[in-house]
């Protein structure tokens, strides 16, 4: 694992479900120099303040799409995790520009910023909607994926090196599904409402997922997407699990939403390389100064090119949790 004592860190958009749960990992873990949230919401960073009021935190009213203020917040920082996005689907497919500006924008400013201060490394935090989108949030997170794999040949030999993690539905974060049926089973509603029965996710713990960024600032050679080897659900699965009853209320699918979703397409099959725990897509360009093997990461772990067809699919995923597994996790998430 990386080492991040007498580190400074920044979160942009450090007050969400990831932002909360990675301080809480750098605090229990290490003694960082500064840990910087990088947000827009005063009311958010006051309130996250209240429980975490280490002498390294720093707190940064700022928004992506502020490049002079990034780089100002990115004094003397050694790594960065880019987790500030506009998020919900619908809401993107309504409000267009406003996503362009901060999902891919804010991504290009990130970038500068990060150029301009010197960062060592920087994590972007992408979606599974960012594989073969057929919504403006995963079009903008595509967009966002790529200028930050373009942006090592950008920073050159000796600048910061960019790459990208990519994964899906995290339990119980802000906006999914599962606090809004905890939300609804607590008003006393017994079928709760379902968009399509056959939908699948892929299916992520907010632990997990900050382990996974944590462990790819150690591997990272710079370029790669880094893809997590996760488990599957099926909604109704999980209806059963949080409701006990199979029963539910078919509402339709909402702007922009797939049945299924893909991390790995299979036209990037030939870029991918298979690892014990992870995939990684490797950059589809050549960087101009460096000629790397991303068979074999930064920590020595070896992986093997993914079969010709391969596709990462989260309805054809061998691994499904059932729905003793579901009940099984911790309450406090579900």
């Known amino acids: ?70 780089k100002i917040a990115m004094r003397d920082v050694d790594y960065v995790v880019h987790a500030a996005a506009l998020k919900q689907v619908p809401a993107a497919e309504y409000n267009p520009n406003e996503c362009i500006k901060t999902n891919i924008n804010g991504a290009q400013n990130v970038i500068d910023a990060s150029i301009e201060n010197n960062v060592s ?93 944590v462990k790819n600032f150690s591997r990272m050679q710079g370029g ?36 299924h979703e893909v991390m790995v397409p299979g036209e990037m099959a030939h870029h991918t390389v298979e690892f014990r725990d992870h995939f990684v897509i490797a950059p589809a360009i050549t960087f101009f100064d460096k000629d790397l093997d991303y068979t074999k990461n930064k920590v020595g772990e070896i992986g093997k090119p993914a079969e010709e067809k391969f596709e990462y699919h989260s309805g054809t995923n061998p691994h499904f949790l059932s729905v003793s597994e579901l009940q099984a996790l911790d309450q406090a998430t579900l």
């Open 121 to 213: 490394r920087v994590i972007a935090l992408s979606t599974d909607k960012a594989a073969n989108p057929v919504n403006l949030y995963g079009a903008t997170k595509l967009a966002s994926d790529k200028l930050f794999v373009a942006a090592n040949n950008i920073s050159g030999a000796h600048g910061p090196r960019f790459s990208v993690v990519r994964y899906g539905n995290v339990v119980g974060s802000r906006g999914s599904v599962v606090p809004f049926y905890r939300q609804l089973l607590a008003k006393g509603t017994v079928r709760l409402p379902v968009t399509h029965p056959e939908m699948t996710r892929f299916w992520i713990t907010l632990d997990e997922g900050v382990e996974f960024v």
């Open 1 to 70: 694992m990386v080492n991040f004592n007498n580190k400074s860190i920044l979160i942009t958009g450090g007050t969400g479900s990831f932002g909360k749960q990675f301080v809480s990992y750098l605090l229990a873990s290490s003694q960082p120099r500064k840990v910087i949230i990088y947000s827009r919401d005063e009311l958010k960073q006051y309130e996250m303040q209240q429980h975490f009021d280490s002498e390294c935190m720093r707190y940064f009213i700022g928004d992506v799409r502020d490049n002079e203020r990034l």
């Open 224 to 259: 790669e997407i880094f893809v997590p080897k996760i488990p599957s659900i099926r909604i109704l699965d999980l209806v059963e699990a949080m409701s006990g009853i199979t029963d539910f209320d078919e509402i339709g699918i909402r702007p922009g939403e797939k049945l």
